[in-house]
């Protein structure tokens, strides 16, 4: 069988006893990496053998491990922190038990997203998890773009050194919704920096580094403000402000709850 084991984000003692026992009885643990899992199992005593398993051999460590939980090997996978799967190896592992007819057990514990919405003070009835946004500014502002609507808040996952332009694309696709940034989560140097994305930004901007793992929340889209400027004035105001004209449409479609479509048609019927 394969057990799916939640290991601690940070503190050590963020762990289950259920999560523990599993780890001792387990034939195997296949590990993200090996020389980091090996601090916890050392911390708690687990002399089970391991097995590297990242996204650079899942594929082939995949088949293997399912060939030998099929001969009986009980498998448990654990991720370096937090839910393995959750922007984290694992997905092909579970689909080759699954299609293998192998019992899957998640172990639950921590969970880094689930950790920063709690303590974030941002709406926690409905949220939408994105993992980790695009690397380059075009796809990144997109991929943010597309959530504008969403009645939800919006929780990421970010590297230290692409925090702050990730907080800029924000602010440029989203405006100044609520921010939260938890940095270093159960760790020592923990720590939630709440503003807008530019007031974050100014922060973190002033530090001379800024590392850890982060988790980055925006809050929920609110209803448009009602706004009875004409929209080519409101395009045109944005546009001497320094906003690219495709810019100024999409900011004003926010706005108003209009798709840019809408806007563009507008602005072609006011011209006429």
Known sequence: ????????????EDITYRAVRVLKEAGLI?????????????????????????????????????????????VALVSDAGMPLVSDPGYR?????IENGIP??????????????????????AFHFGGFLPHTPGRRLKALEALAEEQATLIFYEAPHRILDALDAVEQALGPRPVVVARELTKIHEECLRGTAAEIRAQLAGRESVKGEITLLVGKATEPR??????????????????????AIKQVARRRG??????????LEARK
């Open 226 to 247: 009602p706004d009875d400027t004409p929209v080519e004035e409101a395009v045109a105001a944005l546009e001497r402000g320094g906003a690219p004209r495709m810019d």
């Open 1 to 12: 069988m394969l057990y799916v084991v939640a290991t601690p984000i940070g503190n050590l």
């Open 30 to 74: 296949a590990c993200e990496d090996t020389r980091h899992t090996a601090h916890l199992l050392e911390h708690y005593g687990i002399e089970t053998p391991t097995i590297s398993y990242h996204e650079f051999n899942e594929a082939e460590r995949s088949a293997e491990l399912a060939s030998r939980m099929l001969a009986g090997l009980v």
């Open 104 to 125: 899957v057990y998640a172990v639950p514990g921590p969970s880094a997203s689930l950790a920063a919405l709690a303590a974030s003070g941002l709406p926690t009835d």
């Open 258 to 267: 209009l798709s840019k479509r809408e806007v563009y048609d507008l602005l």
């Open 93 to 97: 592992l579970v689909r080759a038990a």
